[in-house]
């Protein structure tokens, strides 16, 4: 025989309030985690190039780090792009062989590149050499953007790394 809280407690149906505590406090937690990511959708042409202009150095500084490869990173003045090679030696003879592919720099305008102990350029193409035992050549760049707008980067030497300047400093 059956007894009655068992009966009664068969017979019910529906969730407890603190059931439904939990998946509302759930629900808004995810709504507050995904909602800046959805917010970063429509991030600007300018932020994406500079993030991928600043994870393709750090890409040639850890991939010349690992293979002991020396890398180029070459930019081009003229056509506002940059390009990435790995120097391969083999018989003694160094080849440049593509690492990636090229890519413009749009919506900004490369304006001027200056490489400790190379000097500055406003025109033509520049390399800046990655070598394998962790060390670049200190770099910094010019960008300026359709509202003349100036921004600067600059690489550092012993990680890679790059450091994002928005100002209106013209440089010598």
Do not use: C
Request: charged share 20%.
């Amino acid at each position: 025989m059956q007894s009655r809280s068992s009966a009664r407690n068969s017979r019910q149906s529906g969730f407890t309030l603190v059931e439904l505590v939990v998946v509302v406090t759930l629900l808004a937690m995810f709504s507050a985690l995904s909602l800046p990511l959805l917010m970063n959708q429509g991030d600007s042409a300018e932020r994406r190039t500079l993030r991928r202009l600043a994870g393709t150095v750090k890409q040639l500084y850890n991939e010349a780090t690992l293979t002991r490869d020396e890398h180029l990173l070459t930019f081009d003045l003229e056509n506002n792009s940059i390009s990435a090679f790995r120097l391969v030696s083999s018989d003694g003879v160094v080849e440049k062989e593509t690492y990636g592919k090229t890519a413009s720099l749009e919506p900004f305008h490369l304006r001027q590149v200056d490489v400790a102990g190379q000097g500055s350029f406003r025109n033509g193409q520049v390399s800046v050499r990655v070598f394998p035992l962790g060390w670049m050549e200190q770099t910094r760049i010019a960008l300026q953007n359709e509202k003349g707008e100036q921004t600067f980067l600059e690489f550092s030497p012993l990680t890679g790394s790059t450091k994002i300047d928005h100002g209106s400093q013209i440089l010598q």
